[in-house]
């Protein structure tokens, strides 16, 4: 489960990163954006996190 922080933060981030793709791909942009925030909030400079944003237009 994601919750949780006891997993490494960089396999986390990536899951977090590839859920919100998905989320947006099914048009639940919400949804994406919550995990995409959950990244920024934990590490803003996270490689890919900036394209995402810019993807869902936030």
Do not use: C
């Amino acid at each position: 489960m994601l919750k949780t922080k006891k997993r490494d933060p960089v396999v986390r981030h990536r899951a977090l990163l590839e859920r919100a793709r998905t989320y947006v791909s099914e048009g639940k942009k919400a949804q994406a954006r919550k995990d995409l925030e959950r990244i920024m909030a934990e590490d803003s400079d996270y490689e890919g996190l900036k394209e995402a944003m810019d993807d869902l237009g936030v």
